[in-house]
């Protein structure tokens, strides 16, 4: 039985690129029509370049609209107004399409070999449909994370740098991005384009305002980000990160997440000093992986549907590696797609769910084992490849 079942998923048509296309496309439209009548995510999206464009409070509340607030910035009306502008059913599918198709793009940008994007692809679809139920836009700032990195490794530092940008001014995630400037061969370039595009898209929402306004409403984004993170605390559908995990074992409201957050810097920098490893496409993809995962794990923000973010780097920590992974690693594998991939799910069981993985953010425990893990490689393997083990 084994041996028919191997046979079977070893045909062409499981690893053919047209195929996988089409399951992530697939996984839009069914979000997408799932989610038709029901979307208070995307409606609050749209409700960004309504409100920019009347010139509205971004951050308020909007009951005859949406429940929940806007948390994204002014930058936001922009991204998303061809969506807003056509009617509802088409602008959620068109939305829906346009995140599966931006992440399938970055991905299969990435100069592997096409088993490492077949896993790529395969291993992350059931968290790309969590993520698209949600119409997050967690898809496109992993997409813009890894297409910073594609673009970094191809020297086109101007269009890395916009991509920071304009994820650092819709979410701050795309901040991220920086880690990839010690990679680039053409520092200055790099620093000068991250300043002019940081500038240009701060002042490019002000053609559908006014100038006044929408400096008003960045320091209005400041203030909704600051009590959002006090509201995040101990949230059942937010803090679900290493942060979080930390907070709800403990119960304890008391200390500052600087306490996490500070240490965690330091273990992410740490392969930095590592220079010799730089040059090895190999390390620089457990950078990619690192990046992707740190992000998640160490923001009071982060979501159940953020976790597309890292469990791309999950896959991209792997199967980029220039050894032969472990059983145990092939373990650390299966254990996340149950725990961090599954358990939203129905096909989890309830009880788990309810009373032991959401109260205590457990979804990010196998993602924050393998960061731990990741790091621990950063600083003791060496990246170097031959012909017989390039990824």
């Known amino acids: 039985m084994w041996n028919k079942i191997k046979h079977f998923f070893s045909k062409p048509f499981w690893s053919d690129?047209?195929?996988?296309?089409?399951?992530?496309?697939?996984?839009?439209?069914?979000?997408?029509?799932?989610?038709?009548?029901?979307?208070?995510?995307?409606?609050?999206?749209?409700?960004?370049?309504?409100?920019?464009?009347?010139?509205?409070?971004?951050?308020?509340?909007y009951p005859a609209e949406y429940f929940d607030t806007n948390h994204y910035g002014p930058l936001f009306s922009l991204v998303v107004a061809p969506f807003a502008v056509v009617p509802f059913p088409v602008g959620l599918l068109l939305w829906e399409l346009l995140l599966a198709?931006?992440?399938?793009?970055?991905?299969?940008?990435?100069?592997?070999?096409?088993?490492?994007?077949?896993?790529?692809?395969?291993?992350?679809?059931?968290?790309?449909?969590?993520?698209?139920?949600?119409?997050?836009?967690?898809?496109?700032?992993?997409?813009?994370?890894?297409?910073?990195f594609v673009c970094v490794e191809k020297e086109r530092d101007a269009t890395a740098t916009l991509l920071i940008a304009i994820g650092t001014l819709v979410k701050l995630y795309g901040i991220v991005g920086l880690a990839f400037f010690f990679f680039s061969r053409h520092k200055g370039r790099f620093a000068l384009s991250f300043v002019c595009w940081m500038a240009v898209l701060f002042c490019l929402p002000m053609l559908i305002s006014s100038p006044e306004y929408i400096v008003g409403q960045y320091g209005a984004w400041y203030e909704s980000l600051t009590a959002k993170n006090s509201d995040n605390m101990f949230s059942l559908g937010t803090n679900i990160s290493l942060l979080g995990m930390v907070r709800k074992f403990t119960h304890c409201?008391?200390?500052?997440?600087?306490?996490?957050?500070?240490?965690?810097?330091?273990?992410?920098?740490?392969?930095?000093l590592r220079t010799k490893q730089l040059g090895h496409i190999a390390f620089r993809?457990?950078?990619?992986?690192?990046?992707?995962?740190?992000?998640?794990?160490?923001?009071?923000?982060?979501?159940s549907s953020g976790y597309i973010i890292a469990f791309v780097g999950v896959a991209v920590w792997y199967c980029t590696v220039p050894w032969q992974r472990s059983r145990w690693d092939i373990a650390l594998m299966v254990f996340a797609f149950l725990l961090t991939s599954m358990s939203p799910s129905d096909l989890f069981p309830a009880v788990v769910r309810k009373q032991i993985v959401q109260p205590y953010a457990l979804?990010?425990?196998p993602?924050?084992?393998?960061?731990?893990?990741?790091?621990?490689?950063?600083?003791?393997?060496?990246y170097a490849q031959t012909a017989e083990n390039r990824v």
């Open 17 to 61: 690129y047209r195929t996988m296309l089409a399951l992530w496309l697939l996984l839009a439209l069914a979000a997408g029509i799932a989610k038709m009548g029901a979307s208070n995510n995307f409606r609050i999206f749209r409700g960004v370049f309504w409100h920019v464009w009347n010139q509205l409070p971004l951050y308020t509340e």
């Open 101 to 148: 198709l931006s992440l399938y793009v970055a991905v299969r940008l990435l100069p592997v070999k096409r088993w490492n994007h077949v896993l790529i692809y395969w291993f992350c679809a059931h968290e790309l449909l969590t993520a698209l139920f949600m119409n997050q836009f967690n898809v496109a700032i992993a997409a813009i994370i890894v297409g910073t």
């Open 253 to 272: 409201a008391t200390y500052s997440d600087l306490w996490l957050i500070g240490p965690g810097l330091l273990l992410f920098a740490f392969p930095y």
């Open 285 to 303: 993809y457990a950078w990619l992986a690192s990046v992707l995962m740190f992000v998640v794990l160490f923001s009071t923000g982060s979501e």
């Open 363 to 365: 979804k990010a425990l």
């Open 367 to 382: 993602v924050a084992i393998i960061w731990f893990k990741l790091v621990y490689e950063m600083m003791t393997k060496d």
